[in-house]
């Protein structure tokens, strides 16, 4: 059965609504922790360490869970549903920002954001594994991926374009800065609940593992120990978040502390929050051209070698970055869009490259684990993320970067550093993984055509 049109677009909705968080995450909230709920920087990027350590963690064992779930709708789509509310309410809590001191602050910062991260892992391990199953063509899965980014950056967009308006406009209406992200937190969580519910209800799972297959984690861990494709991509997929956490999490200091309020061609005088909004909505616009571009490129040159020329673009792009004068705005917001292009062909190579191994252990071994796999896939994006946030959080105070003050010469170097050189080594580092990968197209295609003729047979 043909995937169709609305199906497609409810698995983009899925990944809409995640990425809304996503960008809340990535992009504001180490700035809000720092600038409003009043936490420094090192215990910041300390937190971020140690709580997404277990976030990371938690991912296979919700991958092994979900394998192991039976249901009516499936083993992936029913957590989409389950999980959808608390999602919504866990992510408010996130950003209540009580005052309880400076240790009750801590505290309340590491319990909310656990329990977010933990919800997060559970709509979007099983959300992510959903696209092995949807199909078992090598065609439909780049496209379903390819909606699945869409509708991840156009969730992003939403959020870069709308928080600051929304955050100004609730505190022009008489609240602070803490209630303005927490009403504005509020609209995106309740649009994602809905959104998850769609995506569980415009969806199907088709691909069933083969009969003979044995539900055995003990089997299923020693196939993925011996799977160097796997290894391979998990070191690819945590460098690639390193350098997209580290862009996202430094735009808000650099345009608030290095860029500043400037006098902008054609728009006249314009104050840094619309210039760093204009900036992270042209970095996702731009990744959704890249992940458009993708498959095309990908079946021109092949998966592998699209990953390493776009990594390698994004690389050179982000560190000449550095060297960029504040007064260039125009140079600065060009080179975002260059890199954002090529940041956003890679992502979703990443999430079929996953679907591949997948296949590629199936054919194998006999044994199907999809969403162990694809949990690994969400496990590099966590460890990408935690070592992204630890690494910006420590740069800040080995800079000695201090809150809502004028910051010194070394403080705007981190800074700069942070949102140019530093993504770059990220990117460089996941092209060094990619040259080690060997599941071509071609020996993919031949294993989808056997899988398809043994799944017929049973």
């Not at 600051?164 to 609209?187: C, E, H, M, P, Q």
Request: some cysteine; charged content about 15%; glycine content about 8%.
């Amino acid at each position: 059965m043909a995937i169709t049109l609305k199906e497609k677009i409810g698995y983009g909705f899925g990944d809409f609504a995640s990425s809304m968080f996503w960008k809340l995450f990535s992009m504001f909230l180490m700035i809000y922790y720092t600038d409003v709920f009043g936490l420094t920087p090192a215990s910041v990027g300390l937190m971020f360490l140690l709580t997404r350590i277990w976030d990371s963690i938690n991912d296979p064992i919700m991958g092994i869970i979900c394998d192991r779930t039976t249901t009516k709708y499936g083993k992936f789509r029913p957590y989409l549903l389950w999980m959808a509310v608390p999602f919504a309410l866990i992510g408010i809590l996130t950003f209540v920002g009580p005052d309880l001191g400076d240790t009750g602050k801590l505290v309340y910062a590491y319990l909310t954001y656990t329990l977010m991260m933990m919800a997060y892992t559970a709509v979007n391990v099983p959300y992510s594994s959903l696209l092995g199953v949807m199909s078992s063509k090598a065609e439909d899965r780049n496209t379903l991926a390819t909606f699945r980014f869409i509708g991840a950056f156009a969730g992003g967009i939403f959020v870069t374009s709308t928080a600051s308006y929304f955050i100004n406009t609730f505190k022009d209406s008489g609240a602070n800065d803490a209630r303005g992200y927490l009403y504005t937190v509020s609209i995106y969580a309740i649009l994602a609940a809905i959104l998850f519910v769609v995506t569980f209800k415009w969806t199907k799972e088709r691909v069933e593992p083969q009969k003979k297959e044995p539900s055995s984690l003990k089997e299923d861990l020693k196939d993925l120990s011996k799977n160097v494709s796997w290894f391979i991509m998990i070191g690819a997929g945590v460098a690639t978040l390193i350098f997209n956490s580290l862009r996202d999490g430094s735009m808000m200091y650099y345009f608030k502390y290095y860029i500043k309020d400037q006098d902008v061609p054609w728009f006249g005088e314009t104050g840094w929050e619309s210039l760093a909004a204009t900036y992270m909505t042209m970095w996702l616009i731009a990744n959704i051209i890249g992940v458009v571009l993708a498959t095309p490129a990908a079946k021109v040159i092949g998966k592998k070698s699209t990953f390493i020329l776009a990594m390698l673009i994004a690389a050179v792009t982000s560190i000449i970055l550095y060297w960029i004068d504040p007064s260039q705005i125009i140079l600065i917001y060009v080179l975002n869009v260059i890199i954002g292009i090529a940041a956003g062909i890679v992502l979703p190579l990443i999430w079929s490259m996953y679907a591949d191994i997948s296949d590629f252990s199936e054919w194998k071994n006999g044994r199907r684990a999809t969403g162990l796999i694809f949990s690994s896939s969400s496990m590099s994006q966590k460890m990408g993320w935690t070592l992204g946030g630890a690494i910006a959080g420590g740069i800040l105070a080995t800079y000695g970067f201090e809150a809502n003050v004028e910051q010194s010469a070394e403080s705007i170097k981190g800074i700069r550093l942070m949102l140019s050189v530093y993504p770059g080594l990220g990117a460089l580092l996941s092209v060094c993984f990619m040259y080690f990968y060997k599941l071509d197209d071609t020996f993919m295609k031949k294993i989808a055509e056997e899988l398809r003729a043994i799944r017929h047979k049973d």
